[in-house]
């Protein structure tokens, strides 16, 4: 709905007539088998009726592909027709005009033929109350349009904005808040909105560099779309659109496959090519060179941030198969790496806490703490570490329970921790205490 209309207005292709006529009734074709084959869509898609369907489907597609590019190739004639039909420069600014003003109509008769204010009235409060969307055909959530479970974490992306409006509430804390805010029992890591998430953990500062690089990649797409190869590089403004405004209703914009070729294509675009390159003077060396020893001297950040986490990660799975001591060892690692993370101190706590090191455990929990004041799960290994210590724990399993009031293991820590009051409830509530997810064996 966005590509397609973008992609004809931007590149305006003298063969959309004979591409049309070729790929549009075989398209519908190959997706009317596809939808109808109901057992592809049910819980067991491999069993042997399904793989019939499936080959039948395969072989419908296939056949529909080729016959589209016959098709494609029988109606090149018209195209070349098409490219010599030349209005007069007088006339050719009123045809337009009149073509415009005449589909325009047509499609605003049709729209009240069909009803389509109703259509879309009803439509969008279908999106405001579905939630979640509950189908038991898959191929139903095509023609639904539930927001499934999109309005809570915008709203609560908005609320987060709106409490810390400069400077937001740090990269990468969404999920915090959310543990902390959500009005539902819902786990969410992302707010399925670019631009939101952006705006809750960065602020305006944040929203203006993303603002600023996504204008940047479609404005240089959008200069070579107005060039002799219009058709080529207005496809790929039009997915770079379409690509831009699907990163507002979902997080699939993390996922490199999904977005790498856009900035490889925006790279592409602002590259100039050498025969229209202007004689390089020493100025212009000197800053070539300034700009790529900051981005390498930038690059430092990142490069640590990933050998530090593949540290970490060796950590992690150390611990959840029992090993503390190599998995200490890693952590340790991660840390020489980059020492301001939190994560690997949470894996030392724990390690120490395993083996009755109280004295050490409840510092290592504490420092991780420190430097993730926010996170409930470093509330909670801290409470299990001072409760095996024997020191109260209620403190940090009030605080954890206040930051995620509706995960089970902040909910069991309170329980556990909550309402003793000697060092030996405590040592006994600690013994059976759970450790997350990721840590256990």
Sequence with gaps: MVGVPAYLLLARPRGILGGAIATLPLAALATYATYGAELLFSPDPTSPGAA???????????????????????????????????????ARRPVVATAVVGLVVVLLSLGAALDAPGTLARQYERFLRSDPVVTADPRDRLADPGNNFRL????????????HPTQGTGAGTFELVWARERPIHFSMIDAHSLYLEVLAELGPPGMLALALALATMLGALAVRARGPDRALWAALLAAGVMWAVRGGIDWDWEMPVVGVWLFAAAGAALARGRRHEPRRGERSRVLRWSTAAVLVVVAVIPALVALSQDRLEESVEEIAEGDCAEAVAEARASLDVLSVRARPYEVIGYCAARQGLGALAVPAMQRAVERDPRNWEYHYGLAVARAGAGIDPRAAARTALRLNRFHVLARDGWRRFGRGRDPRSWRAAASGARLPEDLRR
Excluded: N, S
Excluded at 152 to 163: H, I, L, Q, S, T
């Design 52 to 90: 019939a369907q499936g080959a039948t489907v395969a072989v419908t597609v296939a056949a529909c592909t080729l016959g589209a590019l016959g098709l494609r190739v029988l109606f090149l004639p018209l195209d070349g027709y098409l490219a010599r039909v030349r209005l007069p420069d007088r």
């Design 152 to 163: 809570a974490p915008w709203g609560v992306a908005v609320e987060a904005f709106e409490k």
